[in-house]
């Protein structure tokens, strides 16, 4: 099983900066790794599929990078409505998994 | 507009049975790959099956093997899952979700969730 291990557990900025958020994988899943965003008392959203492609409607203020085994998904310019846990996930092989979620506070 | 919705979750005694069901709508169900995720109180995310849309694959998480069952009714639209023997361990928050058409296996529309209580 690839394990994701998101840090850090909590991310506390401000609105108008940058947040860069880290997804590291026990083995390589190639660029299969998604970027979900849930916020409070909401199902997940898709934000970025294949590590760097946006999902539909998803603002340019987010975005995705890296390969193999380090992913960061970065919100640039953040607002107040960008509260959310944020999971990443692979699909790499079975079984699928997910990271325990990075929290993003906004101040 | 796609649409999901689950139903059937509740209180049940360990090594008891539920069958959710998620009702789709807005897109042509029997085209898209389809997962059931839960997510524990308070918790992360869980994927625990997940169904072709010709029913010919079904993958399950270690978790759940031998005890859920996934299934699919493409004439009503309707997905599954079948929980058998049941455990204290599985009380969560149960969404079906729809996964993208290309490449298969991320989650681009979910339900609000079914919420199962396992517990004596």
């Known amino acids: 099983e690839i394990v994701l291990t998101q840090s850090p557990a909590t991310l506390s900025l401000s609105p108008g900066e940058r947040a860069s958020l880290s997804c590291r994988a026990s083995?390589?899943?190639?660029?299969?790794l998604a970027w979900y965003q849930q916020k409070p008392g909401q199902a997940p959203r898709l934000l970025i599929f294949?590590?760097?492609n946006r999902a539909t409607g998803i603002p340019p203020r987010f975005s995705g990078s890296g390969s193999g085994t380090d992913f960061t998904l970065t919100i640039s310019n953040l607002e107040p409505e960008d509260l959310a846990v944020y999971y990443c996930?692979?699909?790499?092989?079975?079984?699928?998994?997910f990271g325990q979620g990075t929290r993003l506070e906004i101040k | 507009e796609v649409r999901l919705v689950e139903s059937g979750g509740g209180s049940v005694q360990p090594g008891g049975s539920l069958r959710l069901s998620c009702e789709a709508s807005?897109?042509?169900?029997?085209?898209?790959?389809m997962t059931w995720v839960r997510q524990l109180p308070g918790k992360g995310l869980e994927w625990i099956s997940y169904?072709?849309?010709?029913?010919?694959?079904?993958t399950y998480a270690d978790s759940v093997r031998g005890r859920f069952t996934i299934f699919r009714d493409n004439a009503k639209n309707s997905l599954y899952l079948q929980m058998n023997s049941l455990r204290v361990e599985d009380t969560a928050l149960y969404y079906c979700?729809?996964?993208?058409?290309?490449?298969?296996?991320?989650?681009?529309?979910w339900g609000q969730g079914t919420l199962v209580s396992v517990s004596s």
């Open positions: 979700a729809r996964d993208v058409a290309a490449p298969g296996l991320y989650f681009d529309s």
């Open positions: 807005g897109f042509t169900f029997s085209a898209y790959e």
């Open positions: 169904i072709t849309g010709d029913s010919t694959t079904k």
């Open positions: 083995q390589s899943v190639r660029t299969s």
């Open positions: 294949e590590a760097s």
């Open positions: 996930q692979h699909r790499g092989s079975w079984p699928i998994t």
